[in-house]
């Protein structure tokens, strides 16, 4: 296969696709689409790209493969758009957000041999392939607890700026927590079963607006269980990526700020844990030779994405199922895998943490 056309959808999020899948290589930008036409207009300049006046016109342009950076309201019905037109499709998270999308997503999916990949980028973090490469090899024994915290502040991006409130802005939209479980269930290799729901709110809260945090804890199809708290309301530093992990034969808990680092304490290669003298952190990065020299020898033009360098491996796996050498490794089941538990979090929420059955899309 030769070079494969892309085209972009959504000229936000989307102009840092252009600028990864120039450095991966293999890919050219072709076409762009976006609701607003200035800013397609402005991106078509800078990309050296064909911005489209409708979806209908870009997908009936000469692409291979779209990338779908618009809001997540839009997003199952322009990946499904995409499919039924040929389109390898890389879908932006979250995946979609209700289920009638979510079932509307897998039925487009199935429904063509071109692929679907859930763009998870967290997913891809160097620290997160470690791990699971670190949890493969045994490390840290069966794995029974995982811990997610996605605290980002973005109540400046809650209303634009002719004062209408964003699509962020949507009390009912699902909670943002796949770059919090996608990780996780990599690392555990494995599937939320139940989720149970609280959603804090505090007397200054507009009506309108979302939640200012959610807490889900999950049960999982291996027994595990998972703690994801997703704050996007709150006033305090960032911290997008925290994880821990608590196994039979180790423990891991990621880095918080004021320089503080990623850490494990594994059973065979420490001091044990008892009452007194009791274990002690060892540096994650110790281990990161050993398990990721791919991921440290990386060009350091690979962190153009925003988010590390995991931008640049999602984009070169994506070109790889492209291509047929692989399978697209976050296909829609496991895409709604990391995005079911938010939708169907604010059911939970509303009857105060009932827990709630999340369905297994590979048995629609
Ligand atoms: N994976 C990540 O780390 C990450 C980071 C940022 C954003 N995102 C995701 O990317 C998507 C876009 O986020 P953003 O920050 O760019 O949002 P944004 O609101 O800043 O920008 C959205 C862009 O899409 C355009 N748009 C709106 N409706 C559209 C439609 N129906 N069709 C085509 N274009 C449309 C807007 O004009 C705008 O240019 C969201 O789904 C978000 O969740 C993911």
Known sequence: MGLIRFGIIGLRRGRSYARVLRLVGGAAVVALYDADQSRADAAA??????????LEAFLSSEIDAVVVA???????????????AGKHVLCEVTACDTLDAARSLVAAARATTAVYMFAENYRYLDEVEQLRRMRVDGHFGELYYGEGEYLHDVRDLFVASDGTPTW????????????????????????????????????EDTDGLPPKMHVLQMTTDRGATLRVRVDIGSPRPHNMAHYALQGTRGAYEAWRGLGDRSKVWLVDEHEPSRVSDSACWHP??????????????APPEARTGGHGSSEYWMLRDFLAAVRGEIAPPIDAYAGLDYTLPGILALESATRRGAPVDVPDPRAW
Request: hydrophobic share 35%; aromatic share 6%; charged share 20%.
């Open 45 to 54: 300049h800078e990309i050296g790209a064909r911005a489209h006046g409708s």
């Open 168 to 203: 962020r802005a949507q009390p009912n939209g699902p909670v943002y927590c796949t770059h919090s479980i996608g990780p996780l269930l990599y690392i555990l290799d494995d599937r939320v079963r139940t989720v149970s729901a609280l959603a804090s709110r505090s007397e």
């Open 70 to 84: 618009s809001p997540i309201p839009f997003h199952a019905e322009q990946s499904g758009a995409a499919l039924a």
């Open 284 to 297: 994650l990065e110790e281990y990161a030779a050993r398990y990721i020299p791919d991921r440290l020898a």
